[in-house]
Structure formats: structure tokens, C-alpha cells
């Protein structure tokens, strides 16, 4: 059964750093889009981060860029997000997505083929 498991959440003050893990099953891992996504309450999904395993394309919303970084481990399956200098308004449901391309289409999410349980982040001032 294909799958996707996040971890890494968690409760920090404004400036602190995060890394989250989305480990996923290797059926729907290898040449695909992985990347992440977070849900404020109140507010629509949005992506953040991107990355092609085949090509290691990475694309990143502008809301973080210079901030969070998208990594890959192809032996593991597994794809990071590494989050530097939180801020509150970081503060979300983020959700692991599997697509099969990282066009448009995947961060308007209906290329997102799996999604996983998500992970809370949040972050006071």
C-alpha cells in the first residue's frame, strides 16, 4: 500500500529551526514530485517546497525561500524540509504530497496524487 509518513513537527519560539522527514513507500517515490504542503487554520493548503527525485529540480514558495530547504535521500525514500528562522506565521498543518510531475498542477494540488497524515508546526513569538 502506497504511502507517505511525516514526522519532525513540533512546538518552537519565533527564530528556532525544524526539520521534517516524509519517508514514502518506493512504488511512488522514485522519478516522482515530492514535496510539502501546510494548511493554517482557516486558511487554503498551500505548497512550500518541491523537489524531483529523478532530476533534483527544486522549487520553493517565496513566503520561505532563504529560509526552508527541500532535500532528498533516494537510498532512504525519504525527502526533508529543513525550516530556519520560523515565525509565527510559519505555524500550520504541514502535509507531505506525492505527484507525479512538479508543475503547476501539483502546487495547485490536483497533481497531488498521496498525500500523508501531516505533521503540526508551530511556532510562538
Known amino acids: 500500500q502506497e504511502q507517505l509518513v511525516e514526522s519532525g513537527g513540533g512546538s518552537v519560539e519565533t527564530g528556532a529551526s525544524l526539520r521534517l522527514s516524509c519517508v514514502a513507500s518506493a512504488s511512488i517515490y522514485r522519478s516522482n514530485c515530492m514535496g510539502w504542503f501546510r494548511q493554517a487554520p482557516g486558511k487554503e493548503r498551500e505548497g512550500v517546497a518541491s523537489?524531483?527525485?529523478?532530476?533534483?529540480?527544486?522549487t520553493l514558495a517565496s513566503s520561505v525561500k532563504g529560509r526552508f530547504t527541500i532535500s532528498q535521500d533516494n537510498a532512504k525514500n525519504t525527502v526533508y524540509l529543513q525550516m530556519n528562522s520560523l515565525k509565527p506565521e510559519d505555524t500550520a498543518m504541514y502535509y507531505c504530497a506525492q505527484g507525479a510531475s512538479c508543475g503547476s498542477s501539483y502546487w495547485h494540488r490536483r497533481g497531488v496524487n498521496y498525500w500523508g497524515q501531516g505533521t503540526q508546526v508551530a511556532v510562538s513569538s
Open positions: 523537489i524531483h527525485t529523478g532530476s533534483g529540480v527544486v
